[in-house]
């Protein structure tokens, strides 16, 4: 178990970027759509139950909220809103604030990218993954839910994504199970090298 994703505590939630701790040190986010299983990656991920709030209503979360590992590295959870419910001024607002957080971030040090592995590539994905191209962000995309697939299915949706990313050296895929804890060596070191834990 990593110690330093173990003692992660929620550091504090905002509405847009404008909220944001100071631009400084490492930042790590966590995009998906509403559904997909983010809030499980992350408690998985940090070994707690209940860092991050699991909504049994998609899109609920609304804000950025960040998660502090130690003075100098952070968790960003982003609002899931490629299949929220919320209204069109709200979604327009969220993009522009996420531009800005892509273009100007300095301490933006990494992304995971959480999609369903039964639903993977939608739309929402894809302008997040086109986001972190842009400014060649090394980017770890989960597929998770992988427990639900048979081997086989699985390994199709894997290799189906692997084909949309071979020509992005930054971006790479994995199977990933919250409940099954599959995968989550192979996260925790992707994670160490955004952090800058090793080389």
């Known amino acids: 178990m990593r110690k330093h994703y173990h003692q992660a505590k929620f550091l504090l939630s905002c509405p847009s970027i404008k909220g ?6 490492f930042e790590v986010i966590f995009a998906g759509r509403s559904n997909a299983g983010k ?7 940090t070994m707690q139950n209940k860092l991050a709030k699991v909504s049994r209503t998609p899109g609920r979360t609304q804000h950025l909220v960040f998660f502090e590992l ?18 069109e001024h709200v979604k327009k607002q969220w993009h522009q604030d996420m531009s800005e957080y ?3 971030r300095d301490c933006l040090r990494g992304a995971v990218l959480v999609m369903d592995v ?6 929402f994905d894809k302008m997040m993954l ?3 191209v842009s400014i060649n962000l090394p980017t770890q995309i989960l ?3 992988a427990d639900k697939l048979k081997k086989g299915a699985a390994a199709n949706a894997y290799q189906l994504v692997k084909k949309e990313i071979k020509n992005h050296p930054y971006v ?3 199977l990933f199970s919250s409940l099954k804890r599959q995968g989550l060596d192979t996260l925790w070191s992707r994670l160490d090298t955004f952090f800058g834990y090793i080389d």
């Open 172 to 174: 790479d895929v994995q």
């Open 20 to 25: 944001a701790p100071t631009d400084e040190g």
């Open 39 to 45: 809030s499980s990656s992350i408690n998985t991920l």
């Open 130 to 132: 086109d986001w972190c």
């Open 118 to 123: 039964r639903h993977p590539l939608k739309p």
């Open 143 to 145: 597929l998770t839910k």
């Open 70 to 87: 130690d003075k100098d590295r952070r968790l960003v959870d982003l609002p899931g809103y490629g299949y929220a419910k919320v209204p």
């Open 102 to 104: 892509f273009e100007k």
